[in-house]
């Protein structure tokens, strides 16, 4: 990965195990402010939990499942994760 600006907000599906997890931890490291991790069940991912208690104010987990409409609409309203940031977005589909 290159150098990503620490301003935009991330959302990284798939952020659970994998390739994923690995974007998640390798943001972290370069300082990105935000990163949104969705995948269907972050809650057991041991290794997403450790980056959310390690950054609690930069790694925000959300339940979704990709291959649902209904989910992804239910879960990622725009305003929801990104409407109130002053930042610009950028969105890694990963599974
Ligand atoms: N690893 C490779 O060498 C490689 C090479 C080429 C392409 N790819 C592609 O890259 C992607 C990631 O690969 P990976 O090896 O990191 O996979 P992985 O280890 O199996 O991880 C898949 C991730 O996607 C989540 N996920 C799966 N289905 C989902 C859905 N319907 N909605 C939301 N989240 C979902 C999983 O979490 P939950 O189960 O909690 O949802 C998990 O976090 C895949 O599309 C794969 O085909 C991988």
């Given at each position: 990965?290159?150098?990503?600006?620490?301003?935009?907000?991330f959302f990284i599906t798939?952020?659970?195990r994998g390739l994923?997890?690995?974007m998640v931890t390798?943001?972290?490291a370069q300082g990105?402010?935000?990163?949104?991790?969705?995948a269907r069940r972050p809650d057991t991912s041991e290794a997403l939990q450790e980056l959310v208690d390690q950054f609690p104010e930069r790694v925000v987990t959300v339940a979704m499942d990709t291959s649902s409409e209904a989910s992804v609409?239910?879960?990622?309203?725009?305003?929801?994760?990104?409407?109130?940031?002053q930042?610009?977005?950028l969105l890694a589909r990963n599974c």
């Open positions: 990965m290159g150098s990503p600006s620490t301003d935009l907000v798939g952020a659970s994923g997890l690995g390798g943001l972290m990105v402010t935000t990163v949104i991790a969705a609409k239910a879960r990622c309203p725009a305003g929801e994760y990104f409407g109130h940031r930042h610009s977005s």
